[in-house]
């Protein structure tokens, strides 16, 4: 599940994290060559995150209502990233590693729930993505039929839930 993936620093951000107002959990990909806390890492630091699925949110007139997204194939779904090493503040010797997941336009199956979609990529995608030869016309939408997704309890949204349960990707009645 993505609720693991740490928030990007890069190096180039000098002032205490604190300071980093900027949302930086999810990379652009229209973006993600152009956008100084990224473009770097595109050209050099990417990396592959593996995840059982992820969450998505639906505005509703009851609230927030998340589902689950998960592969129709039961294999991993395997998230387009970059990674950085970062110093949490000048002073500091030790750096921090951290990711990001690049994120596009969303498929028609998952724009019924949100605007927006993890980039999916597919085994063969792999090393052309890591070696750099891939560039950002892998950047897209996964296909329709990739992916399937069921709501969840709300649960998820607490921070009080611990997130290694399994259950919070449990199926619910709406």
Same mark, same amino acid.
């Given at each position: 599940?993505?609720?693991?993936?740490? $928030?990007?620093?890069?190096?180039?951000?000098? +002032?205490?994290?604190? !300071?980093?107002?900027?949302?930086?959990?999810? *990379?652009?990909? =229209?973006?993600?060559?152009? +956008?100084?806390?990224?473009? !770097?890492?595109? &050209?050099?630091?990417?990396?592959?995150?593996?995840?059982? %699925?992820?969450?998505?949110? &639906?505005?509703?007139? #009851? /609230?927030? #209502?998340?589902?689950?997204?998960?592969?129709?194939?039961? #294999?991993?779904?395997?998230? *387009? /990233?970059?990674?950085? $090493?970062? $110093?949490?503040?000048?002073?500091? =010797?030790?750096?921090?590693?951290?990711?990001?997941?690049?994120?596009?336009?969303?498929?028609?199956?998952?724009?019924?729930?949100?605007?927006?979609?993890?980039?999916?990529?597919?085994? +063969?995608?792999? !090393?052309?993505?890591?070696?750099?030869?891939? %560039?950002? !016309?892998?950047?897209?939408? *996964?296909?329709?039929?990739?992916? &399937?997704?069921?709501?969840?309890? +709300?649960?998820?949204?607490?921070? $009080?839930?611990?997130?290694?349960?399994?259950?919070?990707?449990?199926?619910? #009645?709406?």
């Amino acid at each position: 599940m993505y609720s693991h993936a740490l $928030r990007s620093h890069p190096l180039w951000w000098n +002032k205490p994290l604190k !300071e980093m107002r900027m949302a930086t959990f999810n *990379a652009r990909a =229209e973006t993600v060559t152009t +956008k100084p806390m990224f473009r !770097e890492a595109f &050209q050099r630091k990417r990396c592959l995150i593996p995840a059982s %699925g992820y969450y998505e949110w &639906q505005d509703t007139p #009851q /609230g927030k #209502q998340p589902y689950y997204f998960t592969r129709r194939d039961g #294999q991993p779904v395997t998230i *387009a /990233g970059l990674w950085d $090493r970062c $110093r949490p503040d000048r002073s500091a =010797e030790e750096r921090i590693l951290s990711c990001t997941m690049i994120i596009t336009e969303p498929n028609a199956f998952v724009a019924e729930v949100h605007d927006r979609m993890p980039v999916i990529l597919e085994e +063969k995608d792999f !090393e052309p993505w890591l070696s750099g030869e891939a %560039g950002t !016309e892998m950047l897209k939408p *996964a296909a329709n039929e990739l992916l &399937q997704r069921w709501p969840v309890s +709300k649960r998820v949204n607490s921070s $009080r839930a611990d997130a290694e349960d399994p259950s919070l990707a449990d199926p619910i #009645q709406l």
